[in-house]
C-alpha cells in the first residue's frame, strides 16, 4: 500500500502561480511513477503530468505544457506540481496519484494503483 496526501491547492487569481505538493508514505519502493490528476464540476478526471520515480522523465497534457511543472524529491518521497499562468480553466479538484505496475498507461487514471484525497484549486477571472 501506498498513501498519497496532497497539499497546496487554494483560490487565486488569473495569471497567479500555485506550487502544490503530494507526499507518499508507505510501500513508495515499489512506485513507478507518480502524477497529478484533475476533475472539474462535471467532468471526467483528466490527466495533467507525470514523472518517472526512477529518472526524473516528465509527461504533461497538452493544456498545460509551459505552464506546469512537475518535479520529485526522491529523499522525501514527494512529488510537486508548480503551476504558473493559471488561468480559470485549471480549477478543478487536483489529484495525487501513483502507479506501480509498469505495463500500465502513464496518462490514464486506470494506470494508477493508488490516490489522494484531492485538493481544491479555484482560478478567478
Known amino acids: 500500500q501506498v498513501q498519497p496526501v496532497e497539499a497546496g491547492g487554494g483560490l487565486v487569481q488569473a495569471g497567479d502561480s500555485l506550487r502544490l505538493s503530494c507526499a507518499a508514505s508507505?510501500?513508495?519502493?515499489?512506485?513507478?511513477?507518480m502524477g497529478w490528476f484533475r476533475q472539474a464540476p462535471g467532468k471526467e478526471r483528466e490527466f495533467v503530468a507525470a514523472?518517472?520515480?526512477?529518472?526524473?522523465?516528465?509527461y504533461y497534457a497538452d493544456s498545460v505544457k509551459g505552464r506546469f511543472t512537475i518535479s520529485r524529491d526522491n529523499a522525501k518521497n514527494t512529488v510537486y506540481l508548480q503551476m504558473n499562468s493559471l488561468k480559470p480553466e485549471d480549477t478543478a479538484v487536483y489529484y495525487c496519484?501513483?502507479?506501480?505496475?509498469?505495463?500500465?498507461?502513464?496518462?490514464?487514471?486506470?494506470?494508477?494503483?493508488?490516490w489522494g484525497q484531492g485538493t481544491q484549486v479555484t482560478v478567478s477571472s
Open positions: 496519484a501513483v502507479k506501480t505496475v509498469k505495463y500500465l498507461l502513464t496518462s490514464v487514471r486506470s494506470g494508477y494503483d493508488y
Open positions: 508507505g510501500r513508495t519502493f515499489s512506485t513507478d511513477y
Open positions: 514523472i518517472k520515480w526512477s529518472d526524473g522523465s516528465t
